[in-house]
């Protein structure tokens, strides 16, 4: 079946550093979604990207999709402590069966 | 609106019992979602649904089921509760928006098995 590996695990970083989470499938992806959890919190949708090379940008968040369609990454530049959380891809082969990956937990140190 | 509400927020269940942790979305959205959260694993789908009358298996489905009657609610039952399924449990549900099937979450029920 569909699965969708997340690494980092964990990631540490000094507040203004830069911060970079990966998602990589086995299947070409219909689609691929990411989402940012708070600590004790509920995952929140940040943005869905469909097209092959496609890169999206929401401040100082950058997503791309990789050319095959098997990867994906999320990028934050300078981070800040309100980019604490745990960031999860969620991808689809096709159908409605989003399968999330195991999320990277971001920690920022002030 | 008020989105997705599941109750209870908070239960302990003695290892055998059953119990249904109840979702409701109000935003007359074909999809919903069951997902548990354990440490270190995720999201891992359990049961999903696209409409009234269907459901389908996720990663997860054994120890669980669901039905779909309307299109607000989208219950959970645990028949024979094991430790095993301490978890913390999401509902979710999915519109579309732009042709993008984003997910509103509900706020969790947090389920232990003594």
């Known amino acids: 079946g569909q699965q969708v590996m997340q690494i980092p695990q964990y990631q540490h970083v000094q507040e203004g550093e830069d911060f970079t989470t990966y998602c990589n499938s086995s299947?070409?992806?219909?689609?691929i979604q990411w989402y940012k959890q708070r600590p004790g919190g509920h995952p929140v949708f940040l943005i869905q990207l469909v097209k092959s090379g496609e890169v999206k940008k929401q401040k100082r968040l950058t997503f791309q999709f990789g050319e095959a369609k098997k990867n994906s990454s999320l990028h934050i530049t300078a981070t800040q402590t309100t980019d604490v959380g745990t960031y999860f891809c969620a991808a689809t082969s096709g159908t409605y069966k989003y399968i999330f990956g195991t999320g990277t937990r971001l920690k920022v140190l002030a | 609106n008020a989105g997705v509400t599941q109750t209870p927020k908070f239960q302990v269940l003695k290892t055998g019992q059953s119990m249904t942790l109840q979702c409701a979305q109000d935003?007359?959205?074909?999809?919903m979602s069951w997902y548990r959260q354990d440490p270190g694993m995720g999201l891992r789908l359990i049961h999903y649904?696209?409409?009234?009358?269907?459901?389908d298996q996720g990663e997860v489905p054994n120890g669980y089921n669901v039905s779909r009657s309307t299109t607000e609610d989208f219950p959970l039952r645990l028949l024979s509760a094991a430790p095993s399924q301490t978890s913390v449990y999401f509902c979710?549900?999915?519109?579309?928006?732009?042709?993008?099937?984003?997910?509103?979450f509900g706020q969790g029920t947090r389920l232990t098995v003594v």
């Open positions: 649904s696209v409409g009234a009358g269907i459901t």
């Open positions: 935003m007359n959205h074909e999809y």
């Open positions: 299947t070409t992806l219909s689609n």
């Open positions: 979710a549900s999915r519109s579309r928006d732009r042709g993008q099937l984003v997910a509103f």
